[in-house]
Nanobody, 118 residues
Framework: QVQLVESGGGLVQAGGSLRLSCAASGSNFRINNMGWYRQAPEKQRELVAT???????NYADFVKGRFTISRDNAKNQVYLQMNSLQPEDTAVYYC????????????WGQGTQVTVSS
């Protein structure tokens, strides 16, 4: 069974930075696309950034120039470097991975809270 575990969330002041990490564990699997999503209170989950296995990244307009997604394929990990954080970035951030195993499926992590104070 493949699992995703996020880490790196926390409380930061506006203008600060955080780095989120997400690690996939299990056996006999590969990962295609990986990504980060977020969900603020009383709002729908939204895409933040995605990255292909080849390293091509895609960003939501609201994070362009502030956030950077990267991954380490050898470690099955994906990262999100978040700079110039603003209170509107406060949300639970979720990692997602497209798992390639006997069956292909999308897998979500449990989420990590990011809170930005003004």
């Amino acid at each position: 069974q493949v699992q995703l575990v996020e880490s790196g969330g926390g409380l930061v002041q506006a203008g600060g930075s955080l780095r989120l990490s997400c690690a996939a564990s299990g056996s006999n699997f590969r990962i295609n696309n990986m990504g980060w999503y977020r969900q603020a209170p009383e709002k729908q989950r939204e895409l933040v950034a995605t990255i292909t296995s080849g390293g091509s990244a895609n960003y939501a307009d609201f994070v362009k120039g502030r956030f950077t997604i990267s991954r380490d394929n050898a470690k099955n990990q994906v990262y999100l470097q978040m700079n110039s954080l603003q209170p509107e970035d406060t949300a639970v951030y979720y990692c997602r991975a497209d798992i390639v195993k006997k069956l292909n499926y999308g897998l979500w992590g449990q989420g990590t809270q990011v809170t930005v104070s003004s």
